[in-house]
Each structure stands twice: as C-alpha cells, then as structure tokens.
C-alpha cells in the first residue's frame, strides 16, 4: 500500500503542473514546482522560472509568508542542501517552520543527493519521498540523465513521408512536413539545452536551428546550437552564424584560417582529432560538461542513423506527412541492411497524435519501454 494519500497525490500533482511552467527556461536547472498547505488551504505556491532566480520552495515560502508556520511542503525534487546559485532551500524551509515535506524524486546532483532530506529530517521534519517520482522523473528526463548517465537525453526528431522518406533524391526538404509540424518542432528545440545537426545538413538546409516562436518564454535563453563537422566545411558565411546564440562546432582538425574565420563569427570550434569528431559517446560528454540536459538532434539519414546503430536514441519523434516521396527519396535513417528481422531496431509508441495535417509519433528504444 502507497505510503502518501489521494490528498498528497493531488497536492504533488499541482507542483508538478506548476513545475512544468518552466519547462523552457529553467536550464540547465530542474523544472520544480512547490505547494505549502497548512489545515487542508494552500497558502502558498511557487515554481523556479529561471536560472538565479528563486528556486520553488523560495518562491512558495515568499508567497506564504508567515502562514507557512506548521504547513507541509509539497516539491517535485528533494530540496536542495547546498549554496549554489541561491541558498539552501532545505534551510528556508527549515526557518520557515514548515513541519512535513513530502517530495517526488531524489535529487542526482552529487552535491545534493540525501542532503537535503536528511537535513530536513535532522531538524525534525517528517520527510518523505517517492510521491509522483516517476512523474517528476518524466518533466526532467535530461537532468536526471546528466547526472545518472553522464550525457543528456537524447532526443531524435525526423519528418517522413508515408513511405518513410525525408527529402527528393535532390536533397530538397523544404517543406515535407505542415506549418503546425513545423510550429511543434520550436517547442522541441525550446525544451532543449542544445541542437544538434551535422555540417551537411546544415549547409544543405541552411539550417539556423534557433527558436523562432516569440509565444515560447525562454527568459533571454537560447539554446547551443551544436554542428558536427568533422572536415571542417561549413563556412563563415553559414546562416546558423547569422542568428544571435551560442554556436559549437566540433571538428576532427581544421585549417586555422577556417577556424579563426568561424571565431570570427562568434562560433566556438572544438577540434576532437579524427576518431573523437565521430565518437558521439564523447560528444554527448562534452555536452554533459556544459550542462546540456536534453539534446534535439535535427540531422540528415546518416547522423541519425549513427545515433541509433550506437543505441544513443532516449526518445524518437517522427512526423509523418500524408505524402509519397518514391523509393529514389532519401530514407529516414542510414543503417546497415541486416539478414535477420531479430536484429531489427524495436521501438514501442509512447504517444501518437494529430498535428495539423500531419501525425507525430513518440517513440521510445523498446528496451527502454521495458524498464
């Protein structure tokens, strides 16, 4: 039987729905909601919205103030226990006076992990954990996999015709998929810490791979926008450049007067040496470093079917346009013909929805589906 009551349950699933009103501007920081209830009233609600801003119980506790005497303290991570950013929360919480906190998930983070449910319980504060974990887990699925895997969430997103292809034997792409597919991908790169695609893509394209949608609140954020090319090809001139942001580009070894005419265009250059350009494990490490939670790789047939052949793919978003392209059409993902349908990449459907003329297709590794 469940420790927490229907109450907590709906309590906890009013911070996780306000926790997910930062979904696109808290990054690389968790999306946290926090809600303080003393004799069945809330007194007080509160969700991180940004980077150095007040963090959920600060934001709960301020609005609160004095009534948050006796409450108890829903929050959708442990609350933290170190000076970062801002203070400890489990301190506020603490002077506060609040007298139980009920939280989701453990937090990953290594300088937090267990401290601050111990400090709380130190302080005689009942403390659980575990309520709505899995959903709490599900809003921040990028942040608990830099931390528990080392690399971000990765997520891979393709538009399809019906027979699964994604551009003319040509390369021409523009437009495949419907205007509302193409609004929904914006909310995708807004969620992300970073995009991804390779040089060739981006040239062919002439992919900016920016957030384009003012409705979308970043807070002044913008994604990395992160291109792999290994040669070295794109050039200063590439309208990703163009476009205000931050811009990575990694590369095996590059002449220095194209290095220093891509610096020159406010882009970093990491050269990895041949063999490290092309280690996507790598890549997504150093990503990982730069605290990226969730990756969107928008990429060409071959990047993408890299990322699959390397079992890298955390979550798969396909939208599939009402349209024939021909078996000369460019196909969705370069993979290695195989001689037994058992060696077939699975994948289970997570969520398949209308959008616009299209359908999306949510898709995860059936591996993971399992777990």
């Not at 506060?96 to 989701?104: I, L, N």
């Not at 969620?191 to 062919?204: D, P, Q």
């Amino acid at each position: 039987m469940s420790e927490f009551t229907a109450a907590d349950h709906a309590l906890m699933g009013r911070a996780l729905q306000l926790a997910a009103q930062g979904l696109y501007s808290t990054d690389p920081n968790p999306r946290v909601g926090c809600v303080l209830v003393k004799d069945g009233v809330t007194v007080g609600e509160g969700f991180h919205a940004q980077v150095g801003g007040p963090h959920a119980e600060a934001a709960a506790l301020a609005a609160a103030g004095g009534r948050a005497r006796g409450a108890t303290a829903y929050v959708t991570l442990e609350p933290c226990n170190h000076h970062g950013r801002t203070p400890p929360c489990s301190e506020a919480l603490i002077s506060a006076g609040v007298v139980r906190v009920v939280f989701s998930a453990p937090d990953p983070n290594v300088d937090v992990a267990g401290g601050g449910a111990a400090r709380l319980a130190a302080a005689g504060i009942d403390c659980q954990g575990g309520c709505l974990e899995r959903d709490a887990r599900a809003l921040n699925p990028g942040f608990f996999s830099r931390f528990e895997r080392g690399r971000p969430y990765v997520r891979v997103k393709l538009a399809a015709s019906l027979d699964g292809r994604t551009a003319l034997a040509n390369g021409r792409s523009q437009w495949l998929s419907c205007d509302a597919a193409r609004a929904d991908v914006q909310r995708l790169r807004a969620r992300s810490g970073a995009v991804l695609t390779g040089a060739s893509t981006a040239r062919a394209d002439g992919a900016r791979l920016t957030v384009r949608d003012p409705a979308l609140d970043l807070r002044g954020r913008r994604p990395l926008r992160v291109v792999l090319d290994p040669r070295l090809t794109l050039g200063a001139d590439a309208p990703l450049l163009a476009e205000p942001g931050p811009v990575l580009i990694i590369t095996a070894e590059g002449p220095p007067a194209a290095v220093e005419a891509l610096r020159a265009r406010g882009a970093q250059v990491l050269a990895f040496g041949e063999a490290g350009s092309r280690d996507l494990g790598r890549v997504l490490a150093e990503l990982a470093r730069r605290e990226v939670n969730e990756l969107l790789v928008e990429a060409g047939a071959r990047l993408a079917g890299a990322f699959i052949q390397s079992g890298l793919v955390d979550e798969f978003v396909l939208y599939v346009a009402p349209n024939l392209l021909g078996h000369d059409a460019l196909p969705l993902a370069a993979l290695p013909m195989l001689d037994d349908l058992g060696d077939r990449w699975q994948f289970a459907f997570a969520d398949v929805r209308r959008v616009g003329d299209d359908l999306r297709l949510t898709l995860l590794p059936a591996s993971r589906e399992k777990s």
